[in-house]
């Protein structure tokens, strides 16, 4: 390997992909091209690093199976970045074989992080849990190490762990400095204010307030029942019941955790389930086949006792009931938040990410357009002609930079 590609190999190890360039922007031979494809991922250019990673990646010999291996992770790490979570995982696990079979720990590592980050972005917390246990992370560059701990972060985050969050930002901010790559130092202090920022909003005895994530993680912990309309269900301790599935008998759940201790009344608790304005009959027969329902799955936490005007819940053992809701109240919250990372998402990557059909995000973000919440902006590359979405910086106030 000459001089020019040591030094730029160097500057990007280091945070300066402009350095980098100055040294190999000139030259189209593959080490310069996979260099190149790399600075213009980290000055956010996408569409341009994916093309000079491919067109490295065809430069390298079939013996050259290590750089190759190192070219698959680079096209990884770029799909990630631009939000495209339809890229081959089978491709990755190939590559970080390789890359351990020649003794490259960093790069394996690298791959093996990115596959826990792509479970990670798609929901599958458990699998992203249990890959990154297998992670050793001892021998590796501070950057590397401050990657590592973030990915843990951001996995505690979700578990409602905030001690642990708390003790894997500190990590990754000692390794970040450690470092000394500034864009690395930024990303950290912005995950670290996630844990100061409002995370939900309890409602209890008629009175509303904003939680952080610790205050979220305390309310769990306490004797109270809580109709959790973040998750969709109900839960007292350790026992949680599920309702994601059953909207009619949520809406329901919730209207009495918000009455508690008062009851619900009848009309409200038809308009709000099954939202008509005036009912007759048959409606009040069927809130009473959805009471029926509703008593039998909370029957480990819960009575619904009838009261003269309408309902009430009854709870077993917590002395009190509260409502937690996301800090904003919106039908396309969920959408929101993976938007408002101020990156470009396409419907199929929103729709992988949410667990949802791709028409369903489709209509969700022209709603979200209609209302000057997102922008639509063209994109190509490898996620082709689909459209690409992002918060507009104009209306939505929950886009993080």
Not at 67 to 95: F, K, N, Y
Request: glycine share 6%; charged share 25%.
């Amino acid at each position: 390997m000459d001089s020019l590609i040591t030094a730029a190999a160097r500057a990007l190890a280091a945070g300066d992909p402009l350095g980098a360039l100055n040294r190999v922007a000139l030259r189209d031979d593959a080490p310069a091209l996979a260099l190149r494809g790399i600075a213009m991922a980290q000055l956010g250019d996408f569409d341009r690093a994916r093309a000079l990673i491919k067109s490295a990646a065809r430069g390298f010999g079939a013996k050259e199976a290590l750089a190759r291996a190192r070219c698959v992770v680079a096209q990884a790490e770029i799909a990630l970045g631009s939000r495209d979570l339809a890229w081959p995982t089978r491709a990755l696990d190939h590559a970080r074989a390789t890359l351990d079979a020649h003794g490259d720990r960093v790069n394996a590592a690298h791959a093996h992080a990115l596959e826990v980050r792509w479970l990670a972005f798609v929901g599958r917390l458990d699998d992203a849990e249990r890959r990154f246990a297998t992670l050793d992370t001892a021998a590796l560059p501070p950057a590397s190490q401050a990657l590592q701990a973030l990915i843990e972060a951001g996995i505690a985050m979700r578990r409602l762990r905030t001690h642990a969050a708390r003790d894997a930002l500190d990590r990754a901010a000692r390794m970040a400095r450690r470092s000394g790559i500034g864009a690395l130092m930024a990303e950290v202090e912005q995950a670290a204010g996630l844990l100061r920022e409002p995370a939900a909003r309890v409602v209890a005895r008629g009175e509303a307030r904003l939680l952080r994530l610790d205050d979220v993680e305390a309310l769990f912990a306490s004797d109270m029942l809580i109709v959790d309309a973040t998750r969709n269900g109900v839960r007292a301790g350790d026992i949680v019941v599920a309702l994601a599935t059953r909207p009619v008998l949520f809406t329901l759940a919730r209207m009495f955790g918000e009455a508690w201790p008062g009851d619900a009344s009848r009309d409200a608790l038809i308009a709000g389930a099954f939202r008509i304005g005036h009912a007759d009959e048959t409606h009040r027969a069927r809130l009473r086949v959805e009471m029926g329902r509703l008593r039998t799955m909370l029957r480990p936490l819960a009575d619904i006792d009838a009261t003269a005007r309408g309902f009430t819940l009854a709870p077993h053992r917590a002395r009190e009931v509260a409502v937690l809701t996301r800090p904003v109240e919106d039908d396309h919250a969920p959408l929101l938040a993976f938007l408002s990372d101020g990156q470009a998402w396409s419907s199929s990557a929103l729709a992988l990410a949410l667990n949802a059909s791709q028409r369903t995000v489709q209509r969700a973000l022209d709603a979200l357009a209609s209302a000057h919440k997102v922008q639509s902006i063209a994109g190509a590359g490898a996620a082709g002609s689909r459209r690409r979405c992002r918060v507009s910086p104009r209306r939505c106030c929950c886009r993080r930079r």
